[in-house]
């Protein structure tokens, strides 16, 4: 149909010019990594336009305001879209963003969920969804309550970062969620068969382990 073709040309458009730029290989490699960049696309812009559709009109974008001792969180959430009753902020999203279970990645969901903590903080009734290769994940707002208290912490953790560096890595604090005993293999790694976060010069010269 028209609506299908019309993103696929636009996929093929923008993989044509990555190939232009240089940054894929020469020859036959660069055209099969380029249909294959296209490929791997489709169903993600298929499921942006179906969004777009759902959510026809373009909302004004929402202040943010947030004050919480000395800090004052002030930003604008944009990306808002509406169906004439219901406002939402769309998030394209080109990751994986399950794991092998099926279940949402959390270090692919910091920054979203961030958005949706500030916007229910703020006292916005509005959801958010963001679209990625693998899922279309929906997020709900959070109550009043719940988003201010978080966002307080965020903020108290935020101030505690500007002061001197802390033991933050994102993997491994959600590993040590989810269970403690992970935590020391997901940042130190495990011999060959896997990177530990260390890996980041940033990390390992304050946390060398």
Not at 75 to 96: F, K, T, Y
Request: hydrophobic share 45%; charged share 20%; net charge neutral.
């Amino acid at each position: 149909s028209l609506s299908l073709r019309i993103p696929f040309q636009t996929l093929q458009n923008h993989a044509a010019r990555i190939a232009r730029s240089g940054q894929l290989p020469p020859a036959g490699f660069g055209a099969r990594e380029q249909a294959r960049l296209v490929n791997l696309l489709t169903p993600v812009w298929q499921q942006w336009q179906a969004l777009q559709t759902a959510w026809p009109e373009n909302a004004d974008k929402a202040t943010l305001c947030f004050i919480h001792g000395e800090v004052v969180l002030e930003d604008w959430l944009d990306g808002l879209r509406s169906n004439g009753h219901e406002r939402v902020w769309l998030q394209l999203e080109p990751a994986i963003l399950c794991d092998k279970r099926g279940f949402p990645r959390g270090d692919k969901l910091i920054l979203p969920w961030l958005r949706q903590l500030a916007a229910s903080a703020c006292d916005l009734s509005m959801g958010g969804i963001v679209v990625g290769r693998d899922a279309v994940l929906h997020l709900p707002p959070l109550s009043g309550e719940a988003a201010r208290s978080a966002l307080e912490a965020v903020l108290h953790g935020w101030q505690q970062g500007m002061q001197e560096p802390l033991p933050l890595a994102c993997k491994t604090a959600l590993a040590y969620l989810a269970k403690p005993a992970l935590a020391a293999k997901t940042y130190q790694g495990d011999d060959y068969r896997q990177a530990g976060e260390v890996a980041d010069a940033c990390l390992a010269r304050v946390y060398p382990d």
